[in-house]
């Protein structure tokens, strides 16, 4: 009896054991060409959800940078056309427009205006009228630092310094209508004294769409 049991567990183990030769033959070699095609398509998948994130990612950032573009193009606006209506009220509450010394009036009080586009009073007056409103234009005008005679514009060589204790200056837009536009300028002053801090002004601008166009009805100067 206990030979047949020997027996049957040799056979046993001889059905179940397979030479180590024939279980590596078995076993399923990988291709090569395979895994190189495999890892390129992943890399390729890859490469291309990297591509389009960066896509995405740079038109956002320009989005951004051009409403900063924007932004700032505003801001340069209203600064230009507040600065540019600042300088044409100056003619007459700061200094005149050049003159020419050596072309004076037949009084001998003026002096021929050298800028070439103001040949006579009513040339100016359209000019300043592009800037202003026709009740900001007489009163400038009122002022008669300005007389034609003989084709010719004249202008006095008084005038005053721009006020040298303005420092910094701010702009911005308070309200906004299809008709009217509110800007702000917020101008800080020193004193004489030194390390004092800047005293600040506001200044209240308006602009508004009349018969003749967009014109400053409310136009405080400070130089």
Known sequence: MKRLIALLLILLALCVWVPAEEL????????????DDAEEWLF???????EEEYEEGADLFEDILDEGDVWEDEEDAMEDLLMGAMEVYSWFVLYPLDV???????AGDRYQVL?????TLQGLKDFVSTYFSQEIVDELFAMDLYVEEGGFLYASDEGRQMDEHIGETEFEIISETEDRIEYSVTVSYWGNEENAEPEEELYIY???????????????FFW
């Open 44 to 50: 390729e998948e890859d490469e291309e959800a990297w």
């Open 206 to 220: 308006v602009r508004e769409l009349t018969d003749e166009g967009w014109r400053f009805t409310q136009f405080p």
């Open 24 to 35: 590596a033959d078995a076993q399923p070699t990988p291709d090569i060409e395979e895994i």
């Open 115 to 119: 800028d070439e586009r103001f040949n």
């Open 100 to 106: 020419d010394y050596e072309k004076p009036n037949a």
